[in-house]
């Protein structure tokens, strides 16, 4: 069965230094990647994804995340952390785009120190 | 606002009652899906529609719960006879089928509707 691992359920950085937020899931077949954010008391909101192609993706907000198929793996990244990041970050696959049954990870609480 | 809708925002009630979720959809979106999300956890699948078809249903959904999409526009979620591990966030979203114009494999999430089971 597709699963989503999200390394560290809180994560703290200081204002402009790099985010790195790691996510590894379990496929025996290409899988679609998303990373969804989620701001206190508002909805999921899509950063970024992953289907096909190139394997470096940009998102929204100065966010991207890098799918590595030898790592199984697709880490958000953002060079300098601001205070508005600071949030809920998910991510989800799914194996049959198409039809957006997602599974999600666990979540990781980012917080951004002044 | 066009944005996905959820009523209530919160609900409180006593085991053993029932509860009803709507979710009013991005109109031009023929998906729907439920999730629950509890706390410390990612949303987990619970059903999915396309227009007033049922697709899919997650062993999640136990036989107290059911939802409907009767005109393939708005959907509703029941759950009979709550308990207290009903405590959770249910989350609806929508968006366009694969051969939509607008399809990006992005889903739509409304705000969520919070229950606390007493």
């Known amino acids: 069965a597709q699963s989503v691992t999200q390394l560290g359920s809180h994560v703290s950085v200081s204002e402009g230094a790099l985010v790195l937020l790691r996510c590894n899931y379990s496929?025996?077949?290409?899988?679609?990647l998303f990373w969804y954010v989620q701001y206190p008391n508002q909805g999921l909101q899509l950063l970024l994804k992953?289907?096909?192609?190139?394997?470096l993706v940009k998102g929204i907000n100065g966010f991207e995340a890098e799918f590595k198929k030898s790592e199984t793996s697709f880490h958000l990244t953002k060079p300098s952390a601001h205070m508005s990041d600071a949030a809920e970050y998910f991510c989800?696959?799914?194996?049959?785009?198409?039809?957006?049954?997602?599974?999600f990870g666990t979540g990781t609480r980012l917080t951004i120190i002044p | 606002d066009t944005g996905v809708s959820q009523n209530p925002r919160h609900k409180i009630t006593k085991r053993g009652q029932n509860v009803t979720f709507r979710c009013d959809p991005i109109?031009?979106?023929?998906?729907l899906y439920w999730y629950r999300q509890t706390l410390g956890q990612g949303p987990e699948f619970l059903t999915y529609?396309?227009?007033?078809?049922?697709?899919?249903k997650s062993r999640l959904l136990s036989d107290r719960f059911s939802a409907e999409r009767p005109k393939g526009s708005f959907s509703t979620l029941e759950i009979q006879r709550t308990e207290q591990g009903d405590s959770a966030m249910y989350l609806c979203?929508?968006?366009?089928?694969?051969?939509?114009?607008?399809?990006?494999?992005?889903?739509?999430f409304g705000e969520g509707s919070r229950l606390t089971v007493l």
């Open positions: 979203a929508s968006s366009p089928s694969r051969l939509a114009g607008a399809y990006t494999g992005e889903l739509f």
């Open positions: 496929s025996s077949v290409p899988p679609y």
């Open positions: 992953y289907t096909t192609g190139a394997t």
């Open positions: 989800a696959v799914s194996f049959n785009f198409g039809n957006e049954k997602l599974t």
């Open positions: 109109s031009e979106h023929n998906r």
């Open positions: 529609f396309q227009n007033e078809a049922q697709l899919e």
